[in-house]
């Protein structure tokens, strides 16, 4: 027999800290100042904050809405909404099941390279190949992934109050110290290049991310930049991912889902900035700008060792800082990773919490080894689409990121848009008698706006804008 109670965060607080929690990661770490400093600095930033505001907040009402109205995860909430549309959530299923083995290995590159500069051997990071050699090395990364991959499971499996939310209020207000420290600590480097004479500081670089620049702007270049927006708007909303519809599920009636929503985007949107604060001005003022277009591990791996270097006795504490915060980052993210697919299962196959979260570390550690494999063993490079030379990671990352979310999404704004109609969202947002202050703004985006956006997304996933 189904049991009917069902865990659930003990408040707002609660919610909007792990939801946040879920989309400071990896992605929007070394993603979001990459897109910004490639895509006309403040242009970039201006179109992204309108598109959270309109877009994300569509998409990201209509997932949170669709999980606490059917207090079901992705793989059974949309068949709760129709039954015609069950399928999405299979999708919605298969995407963090995709994305988490792989997010694990790069969670334990991070440590890795955490414990490199907690034993002060920073100067070590910065040698010619050592990321290369660490990634190719058959055994260590299968170590760390391993430790990266313990601790995600030890906070699902104590579950929603006393795991997930128990260790958001703890993680999230100290990862946000920290980002906010580097931000402000950034702005005020400077360096002078012992090759040129030229003097760079952290406000130039500050200017370069704030500072719109319409230089060659066609509208074919603005298209890139609204598609590039709305492309990190998925990392930084945790959209298309069934991690807001699962944690949505988790959310008590009585609490005000629209407010939660607007702190939600105020602390995700603060959080972004903020990203592209900590590291554009010190990318460019010890490495130079020609760095910034540095997308990808790279950036965080490769770029940011040497620019720590860079500072000399005090590089030391600003790089064993800076990988304590994106772990914390990676460690938030990856536990709402893993909770959309514990949370399915146990829905779906009315398994207990301990039973999911056993069974899928069996499965991480299988498909994580073999991602780490990819790097030697199983080493490939295969182009495809809009990836060039790619490898294992690359190709699960592609097809998760690139193909399924972008289905997902246009399926949902189908399903809520046209089917179910958006009155079934509105009444669950309005369920206590609240106000839904852009309700009309939502209708709009989900039937109209949105379907058509995420189709563009799509297409630009095959590589048809160039």
């Known amino acids: 027999m189904e049991e009917k109670k069902r865990n659930s965060f003990t408040g707002s607080i609660g919610f909007v800290l792990a939801a946040a929690g879920s989309a400071v990661g990896l992605g929007n770490i070394w993603r979001f100042p990459n897109l910004a400093a ?8 201006l179109v992204y904050i309108v598109l959270a505001l309109t877009f994300g907040f569509a998409l990201l009402t209509t997932e949170v809405a669709i999980g606490r109205k ?15 549309f069950g399928f999405i959530g299979i999708f919605a299923y298969l995407v963090p099941f995709i994305i988490y083995p792989y997010y694990c290995v790069i969670g334990g590159w991070v440590i890795k390279y955490m414990s490199t500069y907690l034993a002060f051997q920073g100067q070590v990071a910065v040698a010619d190949g050592f990321f290369t050699g660490f990634i190719t090395d058959q055994w260590q990364p299968i170590l760390y992934t391993i430790i990266f991959t313990l601790l995600c499971f030890v906070i699902v499996y104590k579950g929603v109050e006393h795991g997930i939310e128990k260790y958001s209020k703890v993680l999230m207000p100290i990862l946000a110290i920290l980002v906010l420290f580097i931000a402000v600590y950034s702005i005020f480097l400077k360096f002078t290049d012992p090759s040129t004479g030229a003097t760079r500081t952290g406000v130039q670089g500050l200017g370069i991310y704030f500072i719109p620049n319409f230089e060659g702007i066609t509208f074919g270049k603005f298209l ?51 990203a592209g604060m900590m590291i554009i001005p010190s990318v460019y003022v010890f490495a130079g700008p020609e760095e910034l277009s540095n997308a990808g591990p790279g950036l965080i791996f490769v770029t940011l060792p040497r620019v720590f270097d860079s500072m000399g006795s005090f590089g030391q504490f600003f790089g064993l800082m800076f990988f304590v915060m994106v772990l914390f ?8 990773i893993l909770e959309a697919i514990v949370s399915s299962m146990m829905d779906k196959l009315k398994w207990s919490r301990k039973k999911a979260t056993l069974i899928m570390a069996l499965i991480t550690f299988v498909v994580s080894v073999i991602v780490c494999l990819g790097y030697n063993v199983f080493y ?3 182009s495809f689409a809009v990836v060039n030379k790619g490898q294992i990671l690359d190709f699960l990352d592609y097809v998760s990121n690139n ?10 704004c189908i399903l809520i848009g046209w089917v179910a109609k958006p009155k079934t969202v509105i009444d669950e947002v309005t369920l206590n008698g609240e106000k839904f202050g852009r309700k009309w703004l939502y209708i709009i985006m989900i039937k109209y706006v949105a379907p058509v956006l995420l189709t563009l997304i799509l297409l630009g996933s095959f590589g048809i804008f160039g």
């Open 38 to 45: 490639k895509n006309g600095g403040g242009l970039f930033l």
């Open 70 to 84: 059917t207090q079901e995860s992705p793989l059974t909430a949309y068949k709760k909404i129709n039954k015609g």
């Open 224 to 274: 890139k930049i609204c598609l590039d927006a709305m492309g990190q708007l998925f990392y930084s909303l945790s959209i298309a991912m069934g991690i807001m519809v699962a944690y949505g599920s988790y959310m008590k009636k009585e609490v005000n889902l629209s407010k939660s929503i607007n702190q939600i985007e105020i602390f995700d949107t603060a959080i972004a900035i903020l």
């Open 329 to 336: 980052a990676a460690l938030t993210s990856a536990v709402s």
């Open 380 to 382: 490939f490079e295969k």
């Open 403 to 412: 193909l399924l979310m972008p289905i997902v999404a246009i399926c949902t």
